[in-house]
C-alpha cells in the first residue's frame, strides 16, 4: 500500500522556521512535489525535488526562504522553511508519482500538515 505521511507542521511566528517531512511507504519514489492550500484558495505548487536530488524548483513566493532535501535511506523528503510569513499559512502536502507545478501531475498525496504563520 502506497502512503505518504507528513509532519513537522505547527504554530510559528513570523520569521521563524520549520521543516516538514514526508515519509513515503510500498514503494520508491522518483520525482516529489511539495503543494499548499489555504482555506478558499486552490492548491498551489511550492517545490520539487528529482530522484537524485539534483534539481530542484522552487515557487518564486518561496525562492529563497524555503528547501527541499531528500533522504533515500529513509524514503523521506523534507521541507525546510525559513522566514515564515502569515501569507505562508496553509495546510502543506506532499505528492508523489508525477513532476510538475499543476496538482494533476501527481498521483500519490500525504494527508496533509497544517502551518499557521503569527505574525
Known amino acids: 500500500q502506497v502512503q505518504l505521511v507528513e509532519s513537522g507542521g505547527g504554530l510559528v511566528q513570523a520569521g521563524g522556521s520549520l521543516r516538514l517531512s514526508c515519509a513515503g511507504s510500498?514503494?520508491?519514489?522518483?520525482?516529489m512535489g511539495w503543494f499548499r492550500q489555504a482555506p478558499g484558495e486552490e492548491r498551489e505548487f511550492v517545490a520539487a525535488?528529482?530522484?537524485?536530488?539534483?534539481?530542484?524548483y522552487y515557487a518564486d513566493s518561496v525562492k529563497g526562504r524555503f528547501t527541499t532535501s531528500r533522504d533515500h535511506a529513509k524514503n523521506t523528503v523534507y521541507l525546510q522553511m525559513n522566514s515564515l510569513k502569515p501569507e505562508d499559512t496553509a495546510v502543506y502536502y506532499c505528492?508523489?508519482?508525477?513532476?510538475?507545478?499543476?496538482?494533476?501531475?501527481?498521483?500519490?498525496w500525504g494527508q496533509g500538515t497544517q502551518v499557521t504563520v503569527s505574525s
Open positions: 505528492a508523489a508519482g508525477g513532476w510538475g507545478t499543476r496538482p494533476d501531475e501527481y498521483d500519490y
Open positions: 510500498g514503494r520508491t519514489f522518483s520525482n
Open positions: 525535488i528529482n530522484w537524485s536530488g539534483g534539481r530542484t
